[in-house]
């Protein structure tokens, strides 16, 4: 505004600010690409098939997590239950596979086939994620207060299903029908792990869903103003609901396909994913305030976590020093952000 | 009507002045919002300072209290020139203000909010004894019951003025600065109020005090000073003006907004919107809305005048579903709205454009295109996905009709200026194809040409058979534009008038009478009557 530049000294600096923008927009790219580059140069194991294939086996736990987790965030709330659904979920399918599901009253045990199996553990993260919005919709509970309720809820309850056991051994008997749960973990098509095609899965629907509905875009709406939304016609609390049940589903999926790869379910599965997930959206650009961030964003700052966790180890970094880099690199994630805020000012100011 | 003959320069009787402004004039990019403005503050008296919106009351008071700085002209206080550059240094020679919207932490108690910022320290920590009985002996002062601990949460919008006054008188006040005090509150709690004013007075505390309810100036004023359009208009001591002359002062203007062509409206007689009785209970007691009636009728510009307070934005809240605790019916094109749930009320084709854009009315993460989309998204779904071409179709065709200037649909809304927002906004409302368009101030915060403009598109929008209701509280615009004016006063209709009929006069009356029969000598029943619309010609 009281710059008292010549007009074309103004505009190369608008163009410069202009590209400065566009760079940081892209940081999380940016600094996938160099990470990738740093762990290349320094150990020869990392850039090969085999180990990117593994990379991005473990980042696919967290992303499909991640991009419930975006729902919520975008809403300006946030799901701190995630871990523990995981947990109960990878319970469930185990004791649905171990056990069956018992009913007492017709006294007999019904055992599901897998792909129902499935379903059915979907089904119990969305429930999950229903209470969540309801105590936040209905009783006004904040959303960080709430999940943390059902943190501790969902938590005790996958240590109840076997008291405090694990379900081991989760191939399924042939004489019951429910064999083959093992294949979501370790099974692969056209070569790459059922696990990545999920997390692509569900990356894609999010996208979808996210920038290409209604329903998306209310969700940033609500997110960004919710007054004003609501004032446009959104139904602002059916879509929070909405957002808390995609973001339990999402954690259902991560613990079926957990369980699935250890063969077996033990009732600390997931704990601190949560963690995990909302560093994967906030490294991913998406502001913790709401209204603000993308499905892309997320699936890249998931991957920055796991190239930073894999070269980490295959450089041989103690677990400790990995933490403390993890955390350091979350905090420059956030600090860019204030950056790129101002800069946008800058720029927004200067074209005036 | 009596006519005083009040002097265009203030004679100054220096010892009787505590605080003098002298020609001052302060200058905003594009306007001049103070042109050589002289005002006496008298010591020990209600000082007041009337005029229309925009005519630089609030300019002058943030000037007063070292808010602002003033272009140019000087402030005398005690005849000695001062300087106030910010709030603090015009606090400790003794200004302070109430501002209309009441800056208080409700999460602390009263103390607290008395002494924040200035906390009375024992080695570095807040010494609560302290504090609350020095508080405790101010509300003693003002004969208030309250307990020092009290949260200010707890407090009525009455009791909480208390505690801003309370605030100030800890400062040693000698001047306090009022900004339309009374706005908020009940009838009890104003004459409560008026008790404190005159203890101050006696005590003597200068008074300035600022509000539009002409009658309650002329109750408590001493001085009354008018400003009309930046400039000074009159001073005089209350006792000798009333009512008629200070309206007169407030608007003897020349400058007009273009009219509306009254003859060419072909007005169907079709009726979209009927209020019945529409009444909403004010927290507490008392009412926000009292039995308002009206009709709204195809292609008409009804406009709803009123003070602060008088429950204009209330009544579009209520014609929204924002309040659920309203009773009384509501008939949108022949279908009563009973709980519907704002969705269906923009479906069935009632939209409202809300006073505040920043809050209510953007989203400011989104760009220009996802707001002008946001309250229509359905009409562009493809199976369940938004059409991008149809959505871009949409828009664009709205950023033409309503000339919004744009770089690009998709830049950030935060970079458009007001003017531009608030057609943004209007564009969202229109693409959810009303039939009723709600306006609340809808040139408030913009410049002069996209006022004009805002007004145009009003306009066609009659013409092409659209119901229009806005309200405004600027008197140049309720005259020019609308077919019906409907005055609305504590909650009450107190007034209607067809265009031809109106005048400025009748509308600030009406606005600050208690009930119509005040006004008009017509029974309430009388009023549904009075209320259907003449043909106009």
Redesign the interface.
């Given at each position: 505004m009281t710059t008292a530049l010549s007009p074309s000294a103004e505009s190369a600096s608008v163009s410069r600010l202009t590209i400065g923008v566009f760079l940081f927009r892209l940081r999380a790219f940016i600094a996938l690409l160099i990470l990738m580059g740093i762990f290349t140069l320094l150990t020869r194991a990392f850039f090969t098939t085999e180990n990117l294939i593994i990379l991005v086996g473990q980042t696919a736990i967290n992303a499909i997590m991640a991009v419930g987790m975006t729902f919520v965030i975008l809403t300006g709330g946030i799901d701190l239950s995630v871990g523990s659904t995981v947990g109960l979920a990878a319970m469930v399918s185990g004791l649905l596979i171990d056990r069956g599901l018992e009913l007492p009253m017709f006294g007999i045990v019904v055992y599901f086939n897998v792909p129902a199996i499935i379903v059915l553990v979907l089904c119990l993260g969305i429930l999950v994620g229903a209470f969540n919005g309801l105590l936040v919709t209905r009783f006004n509970v904040a959303p960080f207060i709430a999940t943390l309720g059902t943190l501790y809820v969902a938590r005790g309850l996958a240590q109840l299903s076997n008291g405090g056991a694990t379900f081991p051994n989760l191939v399924g008997n042939p004489g019951l029908g429910n064999t083959g749960f093992p294949i979501l973990g370790a099974g692969t098509i056209l070569g790459i792990p059922i696990v990545i095609w999920i997390m692509i899965l569900f990356t894609a629907l999010g996208w979808f869903v996210a920038g290409k509905t209604p329903f998306g875009r209310q969700v940033y709406a609500v997110g960004g103003n919710e007054r004003a939304a609501e004032l446009s016609g959104i139904y602002v609390q059916r879509i929070k609901m909405v957002v808390y049940m995609i973001c339990g589903m999402c954690a259902a999926m991560t613990g079926l396909v957990t369980a699935s790869q250890l063969v077996a379910a033990h009732p600390a599965t997931g704990e601190s994913y949560e963690l995990n997930a909302i560093a994967a959206v906030v490294l991913g650009g998406t502001s913790l305030a709401g209204g603000r961030g993308t499905i892309w964003g997320t699936l890249i700052g998931a991957l920055v976590i796991g190239v930073l966790t894999n070269g980490l180890v295959l450089l041989g970094v103690q677990e400790f020093w990995k933490k403390v880099i993890t955390g350091l690199v979350i905090i420059l994630a956030v600090v860019l952000d204030q950056l790129q805020a101002r800069l946008q000012q800058r720029l927004a100011l200067k074209r005036g | 009507m009596s006519s005083p003959s009040p002097s265009t320069q203030p004679d100054i009787l220096q010892n009787d002045v505590i605080l003098a402004a002298e020609s001052i004039t302060k200058v905003f990019p594009g306007t001049t919002a103070l042109d050589g403005v002289y005002f006496n503050v008298y010591r020990g008296k209600v000082n007041v300072l009337v005029g229309e919106n925009g005519a630089g009351k609030s300019t002058l008071m943030k000037i007063l209290a070292g808010v602002e700085l003033p272009t140019s002209g000087r402030l005398l206080m005690d005849g000695h020139e001062v300087t106030f550059r910010n709030t603090r240094e015009a606090s400790k020679a003794g200004v302070g203000i109430i501002y209309q919207e009441l800056n208080l932490f409700p999460n602390l108690n009263i103390a607290e909010n008395i002494f924040a910022g200035r906390e009375i320290t024992r080695i570095d920590v807040v010494d609560h004894g302290a504090q609350e009985k020095l508080a405790r002996k101010i509300l003693d002062r003002l004969e208030q019951p309250l307990s020092p601990r009290m949260l200010v949460s707890d407090l009525r919008m009455g009791q909480q003025q208390i505690v801003e006054i309370a605030k100030a008188l800890s400062q040693n006040v000698r001047v306090l600065i009022m900004d339309e005090p009374t706005s908020a509150l009940t009838a009890a709690e104003t004459e409560a109020l008026f008790q404190i004013i005159a203890d101050l007075k006696a005590h003597g505390v200068a008074i300035v005090y600022i509000s539009h309810k002409l009658e309650e100036l002329l109750r408590i004023g001493d001085h009354i000073t008018v400003l009309r359009d930046g400039k000074f208009a009159a001073e005089a001591p209350a006792a000798d003006v009333d009512i008629t002359w200070i309206i007169e002062k407030m608007v003897g203007r020349t400058v007009r907004t273009p009219s509306r062509a009254h003859g060419a409206v072909k007005h169907s007689g079709k009726e979209l919107l009927r209020v019945q009785d529409l009444t909403l209970p004010r927290e507490g007691k008392g009412f926000t809305l009292r039995r308002v009636s009206f009709s709204l009728y195809e292609g008409e510009i009804l406009a709803i005048y009123g003070l602060m307070g008088a429950g204009r934005t209330e009544l579009f809240e209520c014609l929204?579903g924002l309040h659920t605790e309203a009773t009384g019916e509501i008939t949108l094109a022949g279908k009563v709205l009973r709980h519907a749930?704002?969705?269906d009320?923009?479906?069935s084709g009632i939209t409202?454009v809300?006073e505040d854009r920043q809050?209510?009315?953007?989203?400011?993460?989104?760009s220009v295109a996802?707001n002008i989309?946001?309250?229509s998204?359905?009409h562009y779904?493809r199976s369940?996905?938004?059409s991008d071409r149809e959505e871009h179709d949409a828009v664009t065709r709205m950023i033409k009709e309503l000339a919004i200037k744009v770089?690009s649909p998709q830049q950030?809304i935060?970079?458009l200026s007001g003017g531009n927002q608030q057609k943004v906004v209007v564009a969202?409302s229109l693409l959810?194809r009303p039939k009723v368009l709600l306006l609340d101030e809808p040139t408030r915060g913009i410049d002069v040409g996209a006022k004009a403009e805002i007004f145009q598109i009003i306009n066609r929008l009659a013409n092409e058979g659209l119901g229009i209701l806005f309200v405004s509280s600027e008197l140049p615009e309720v005259l020019a534009i609308p077919d019906r004016i409907l005055v609305l006063s504590r909650g009450r209709v107190t007034g209607a008038f067809g265009h031809s009929e109106a005048t400025e006069e009748l509308l600030v009356r009406a606005s600050s009478a208690h009930r119509q029969t005040d006004l008009l000598g017509v029974e309430e029943t009388g009023i549904r009557d009075h209320l259907t619309p003449e043909m106009h010609n």
């Open positions: - | 929204m749930p704002i969705f009320r923009i479906a409202l809300p809050r209510l009315g953007l989203v400011q993460q989104l996802q989309a946001l309250a998204l359905r779904l369940f996905w938004i770089r950030p935060t970079s969202k959810t």
